[in-house]
């Protein structure tokens, strides 16, 4: 058996006297997309932030790719990594955020190449070209040297995800990636997140679009009050809960 790209067991985190995830265990295989679906609060954003080394856990353990990930509290033991290897191994996973972080004062072409020559040493030329291959890719090659102020939120977006790509990540993380979007544009950024999708990209996206959750996703994971409630093929979590808290929550996002 392959190993998991995400292999999480008991992962704990607390905020002071807030204790935010209270043992999760999630993997995800590679190629695998799994949503995450949960109410506000519940926990989800946290998760994807340990995951990315934006957090430090209390206790348990992540694996990507079969390397442990900042801190494993399991069995008693302790054992913290090393600055330099969290800053390998976050060079490896992408993020795309609710709000699309882009630098403001840089165009768009700027802002995918930004990390690859900035942190990788890529050449300018060798960068430029692969932000050209993905701005197409995402269906934004006509505005490479727009600002971002110049871009509709479904566009800034688009080329969040293109800048996320450019560091040939080897798993992706969606934070709620649509939920700031108006209401018409959320439909082109999904699309582009199926494209992905179809690629074969590993990727683990919270979101509340459940219509992508039934299309796109592999496995759905509810989460509530910091814990995986529910997990299973889609058509099993959405259609036929098992779980009152999840089938609370999806007759009141459905
Ligand atoms: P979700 O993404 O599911 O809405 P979050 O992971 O953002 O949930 O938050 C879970 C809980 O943790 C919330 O009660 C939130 O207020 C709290 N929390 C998140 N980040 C911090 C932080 N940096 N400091 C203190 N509390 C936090
Ligand atoms: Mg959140």
Redesign the pocket.
């Known amino acids: 058996m392959t190993t998991p790209m995400v292999h999480a067991r008991a992962v704990r985190k607390s ?1 002071g006297h ?1 204790e ?1 995830l209270k043992g999760i265990d999630l993997d995800v295989q590679r190629g695998e997309v799994v949503v995450i679906l ?1 109410p ?7 998760f994807l932030r340990c995951v990315n080394h934006l957090e430090t856990i209390d206790g348990g353990a992540i694996h990507v790719d079969g390397e442990l990930m900042g801190f494993d509290a399991s069995g008693g033991r302790v054992r913290h990594l090393r600055t330099r290897e969290i800053t390998r191994q976050r060079r490896e996973i992408g993020m795309v955020f609710q709000q699309f972080n882009l630098f403001p004062h840089f165009t768009v072409v700027r802002n995918i190449i930004e990390a690859p020559v900035g942190v990788r040493g890529e050449s300018r030329g060798k960068a430029r070209e692969r932000a050209f291959a993905l701005l197409k890719r995402v269906g934004l090659e006509d505005k490479a040297h727009s600002y971002p102020r110049q871009l509709s939120g479904g566009q800034q977006q688009r080329v969040a995800i293109a800048r996320a790509l450019a560091m040939e990540p080897k798993l992706m993380l969606f934070d709620e990636p649509t939920s700031a979007l108006d209401p018409e544009l959320v439909g082109e950024v999904l699309a582009t997140m199926k494209d992905l999708a179809n690629d074969g990209l590993t990727m683990i996206v919270v979101t509340h679009e459940v219509g992508f959750a039934r299309e796109v996703a592999d496995r759905v994971v509810f989460m509530d009050g910091g814990v995986v409630v529910e997990a299973g093929a889609p058509a099993e979590v959405l259609d036929n809960p098992s779980n009152p808290r999840t089938r609370a929550f999806l007759s009141r996002v459905l």
Do not use: A, N, R
């Open positions: 905020f807030l935010v949960g506000s609060g519940s926990g989800k954003s946290t």
